[in-house]
């Protein structure tokens, strides 16, 4: 059984949701696919004193074709799409095995989740994704995700981890994101280069000039660099969620940031859930109604999702992940969301109780037709709001 934990108190406290990105370089020595096991234990300590202050931790985790290669000894330098591909296949079954070890010792149950571009940009898919990640924290899961190399394709990839991560902070409303780097954060000048060069702690916004600081890739492990990271930024700010640049290269690289170690913090622009909601109003257009009787207008006024029982009628063709209109018998609009069912299916579903759902369709499906975090009311002044 696992020994109890301290929670963070400094930097660190307080957040609910947070997604650490950990590159190959940080867990794999140089080419031999050999995990530094005494980093990755002190990294897992980490993500148990998270968990002990309450937080939700998501592992976005890059290793898995570095240690593949070294399993099946590829030659050095770039590899070519199919060994890549090969290596990633060997070296995602070790990975998952050492994060499944390393964080059960802490009593963490490691669920591995494998994406490709489409999961976090096509809206069906991204409910998917969404809702598995979702249920996996909700039982106290630590996902590991990363990209799934052995289909991925340059033309069908995210490019790079940092970008994942932002990606799957925004989908999934974390508050933070952590990239843990080779560096201390973003710099005015590359420090290598420039002795005089000094660590920006605060970073408001993300301006032309902080994106001109940026620089090229960081070793031949890794596909990103400062710029990647940027970018990463950029995604997650927007969508509400912070974000810290911090050196992976010490032990503990979490407590390092939470005792006043040097690091990068970017703000947000808004808080994760206002973000959300403003991206389904604003940039996402409805494909069809929803009318819903007396009793599911006042759950939606009181934070509930929608569920089929209170739903009378169906109009319009949509598809899965599509916005929809939530009206109430006198046709007055009162939210918009993402449905989570086709048109056809939310037709036979309407006013049926949910356990009803497997019977009619077939196959289980969602509780809510809206869950409430794909949900904006419409305000008494006639806006819509989170």
């Known amino acids: 059984m696992s020994e109890p934990v301290s929670a963070f108190t400094g930097p660190l406290a307080g957040y609910k949701r947070v997604v650490i990105k950990i590159g190959s370089a940080l867990l794999v020595e140089g080419r031999s696919g050999v995990l530094r096991q005494d980093w990755m234990d002190s990294i897992a300590l980490d993500i148990a004193r998270l968990a002990a202050g309450g937080a939700e931790v998501l592992l976005v985790s890059s290793g898995a074709i570095a240690m593949g290669r070294g399993v099946l000894k590829l030659p050095k330098g770039k590899l070519k799409l199919e ?16 994060w499944a070890e390393v964080l059960g010792r802490h009593g963490l149950t490691a669920g591995q989740i494998l994406l490709t571009l489409g999961d ?84 408001e916004r993300i301006t032309p000039e902080i994106e001109a600081l940026a620089g090229g890739a960081a070793s031949e492990l890794s596909r990103g660099g400062m710029k990647t990271k940027i970018e990463a930024g950029k995604i997650a700010t927007v969508a509400g969620t912070r974000m810290i640049i911090a050196s992976g290269k010490v032990q503990a690289p979490l407590s390092h940031i939470d005792m006043g170690g040097p690091h990068s913090l970017f703000h947000a622009e808004a808080n994760p859930v206002t973000a959300r909601k403003a991206w389904i109003v604003g940039h996402i257009e409805p494909r069809g109604y929803l ?56 037709e036979r579903i309407r006013g049926q109780k949910s356990a009803a759902i497997e019977d009619i369709l077939g196959a289980a499906g969602r509780t809510e037709m809206i869950h409430r975090d794909d949900l904006v009311l419409k305000g008494e002044s006639g806006s819509l709001t989170p």
């Open 291 to 346: 009318t819903v009787d007396a009793g599911a207008e006042r759950a939606l006024r009181n934070g509930r999702s929608l569920l089929p029982p209170g739903v009378t009628k169906v109009t319009g063709r949509f598809h899965r992940g599509d916005a929809v209109i939530v009206i109430n018998e006198q046709g007055v609009e009162l939210a918009r969301g993402l449905v989570a069912y086709d048109s056809g299916d939310a």
């Open 83 to 98: 060994q890549s591909q090969a290596a990633a296949a060997v070296g995602q079954i070790a990975l998952a095995r050492a």
């Open 120 to 203: 976090t940009e096509e809206r069906r898919r991204y409910l998917n994704g969404r809702a598995t990640i979702g249920t996996l924290l909700k039982m106290k899961a630590v996902p590991v995700i990363n990209e799934n190399d052995t289909v991925a394709t340059s033309e069908i990839r995210y490019g790079d981890n940092d970008r994942l991560a932002a990606r799957v902070a925004a989908m999934m409303s974390a508050d933070l994101l952590i990239l843990l780097s080779d560096i201390d954060g973003l710099y005015t000048a590359p420090p290598a280069q420039d002795p005089n060069a000094t660590l920006i702690p605060l970073i």
